[in-house]
């Protein structure tokens, strides 16, 4: 069950480093004078961690309760 989490959470991130280098590449800044967008690693980045928390599991499983 940990394998699809982490797999999933890296497909995640994949598609959100191409949307985070698409974006750089069909509308960034190219005056040069945006810091973030006119930069493709920065780009990359900011989709990648926008991608983590998109894919990231927030759900908490219940506590086992202990038998006395």
Known sequence: MKNIKWKKLL???AIG???GYAYYYFVGCT???C???S???L???YGLGAGLVLGWDFKKKPRKEKEA
């Open 43 to 45: 780009m990359t980045g």
């Open 35 to 37: 810091p973030i967008s």
């Open 17 to 19: 480093g191409i949307a």
């Open 39 to 41: 930069n493709p690693y």
């Open 11 to 13: 497909i995640f991130m």
């Open 31 to 33: 005056t040069g004078s």
